[in-house]
């Protein structure tokens, strides 16, 4: 059997970070993805799709994401139930993340300028940070802290460091 849930989305508001009462963090998300076709008006659709994130890595998107972030997620899908106050049967179907890959840099959609390269870096579990070398090919025999990369072309996501012009009229929440 198989439960494997891959996203990529921008968050419709700043996550939510909540401690249980043993102190365990857990973060909570929706992000907006688009469908892949277009309506018959011409427009594209949305779904907004809740995402929960436990431990360290809910610190993290609690701390680098906000409303707007590009964000990629990788889990599984998880049904729970509870009784509300009214005592009716609520169903929550979410995404229950074990991954989370921030897809921009920080301050790209803060509108803000300067360098910063923390903010290609994926959180998983116990794995901590994952240096993304966008637009750079570096050859297999090479680890990790070896810099001899091989420049490839200009990659076309890359903001060079300057504020992305976008308004609100462009995001799809």
């Not at 116990?126 to 090479?142: A, I, K, L, V, Y």
């Not at 680890?143 to 308004?167: A, C, E, H, L, R």
Request: glycine fraction near 10%; hydrophobic fraction near 30%.
């Amino acid at each position: 059997m198989m439960n494997r849930v891959v996203l990529v989305g921008r968050l419709t508001k700043d996550p939510d970070l909540r401690y249980t009462p043993s102190g365990v963090a857990v973060a909570t998300f929706t992000l907006a993805v688009n469908r892949p076709f277009s309506n018959q008006q011409g427009d594209r659709e949305a779904d907004f799709i809740n995402c929960v994130v436990w431990r360290r890595p809910a610190e993290n998107v609690a701390n680098f994401l906000k409303k707007g972030s590009l964000a990629g997620v990788d889990g599984r899908v998880q049904t729970r139930s509870y009784d509300n106050q009214e005592g009716k049967r609520v169903y929550v179907t979410e995404i229950v993340a074990e991954s989370v890959q921030f897809l921009e840099p920080k301050n790209a959609s803060a509108g803000q300028s300067g360098g910063n390269s923390g903010g290609d870096q994926g959180y998983r579990g116990n794995q901590g940070n994952q240096n993304n070398n966008f637009g750079q090919n570096q050859p297999r025999e090479n680890n990790q802290n070896n810099q001899n990369y091989t420049k490839v072309d200009k990659d076309p996501f890359s903001n060079d460091g300057q504020p992305i012009d976008i308004s609100d009229d462009d995001l799809p929440f």
